[in-house]
């Protein structure tokens, strides 16, 4: 009997054994399963509200988290240098001195100033930055805008013009001739911002970062996937007939500027007729034109920000004539709903709503 018992006993302890063996090789198992499928690094996100619109940003990788509030500084800092609201600022300094004397630049202001200015001369000033009387008559995107009388938009309109404006680049300044005559950029800067933005991402060494600044965006290199792979950033193209949230297509492009005009982001209602923000330096009012959005692609942010709102005043001839060009492509939605897209963004650019038709 005892021998019996002793069977039983070393049975149930090899049988223990044999258990735990198990389950340290099940644990072990799902160790080396967990090693093997590496988790995903984190997206970081930010949101701030600069240069009168929406800011989001994402950013991944090594010190990414760091990026999101260096570029909202990025941003804040050049909203104060070239905010027409602002006494301080660059054209707040040039218009307060109109008539009186000119002022004096640094290097870098100068340079973009130039740019803007040579661009106005080179669409014929149908893109014009003396166009300020006329945004502060409007004050669309302000407390109270309302449509002007017909001889306050006179007025506005005896004021604006490049003839107006003296640069001397010798000593750097520029001189408004007369008191009542304003630059603003609101048309122009943010897409300056957005390349500036790209540049810090990219001097960063991050894995994959994002900006979208209003209508103005750039992403560079790529963020992470649920299962530990990466992929590039798809850009959503926001429908001009739908919701904030509504696209009509996206875009893949990387390390490249990306900026739209359109009449749908910014504007009021007043006696059922809706007034957008872009307005005609020739007539005084918003811009009347066969397209409902313009996108410009390419490296230089400031001038696409100025093409885009000019093609977009100009119409689709202009545009037509403009969608082959080398430094820079365009992506246009017409008002009979057609997409008009450059050849180059072929591989890049998905219509993804059925509203909507490729021109042929």
Known sequence: ??????????????????????????????????????????????????????????????????????????????????????????????????????V??????????????????????????????????????????????????STALSYVGMENVTMDDENLTVYLDRPGVALDFGASIKGYGVEQVLKLYQESGVQGALISLGGNVAATGQKPTEDGGTEDFVIGLRDPLGSATDYYGTLVMNDKVICTSGGYERYFEQDGKRYHHILDPATGYPAETDLLAVTVIGED?????????????????????????????????DNQNRIWCSSSLKDAFALTSDRYTLAS
Request: proline share 5%.
């Open 301 to 333: 942010g400031l001038r696409c920000d100025c093409l885009s709102t000019w093609l977009f005043m100009s119409g689709l001839d202009t545009v037509k004539e403009h969608l082959e060009e080398q430094d820079y492509a365009v992506i246009a939605v």
């Open 1 to 102: 009997m005892v021998i019996k018992a002793l069977r039983i006993v070393l049975a149930l302890a090899a049988a223990a054994a044999a258990c735990v063996l198990f389950w340290m090789l099940v644990q072990k198992k799902q160790q080396q399963a967990a090693v093997s499928i590496p988790e995903p690094e984190i997206i970081y996100t930010g949101e701030d509200f600069i240069m009168d619109t929406y800011v989001s940003q994402k950013t991944c990788g090594e010190g990414a988290d760091q990026l999101i509030p260096q570029a909202a500084a990025l941003l804040e800092e050049l909203e104060k240098e070239w905010s027409a609201w602002s006494a301080d600022s660059v054209p707040g300094r040039i218009n307060a001195m109109a008539g009186v004397s000119p």
């Open 104 to 153: 004096t630049l640094e290097p870098a202001e100068y340079d973009i100033l130039r740019q803007v200015m040579d661009f106005s001369t080179e669409t014929g000033g149908v893109f014009d930055p003396t166009i300020g009387p006329l945004v502060k008559l409007w004050d669309i995107g302000g407390e109270s805008p309302s449509v002007p009388s017909a001889d306050q938009i």
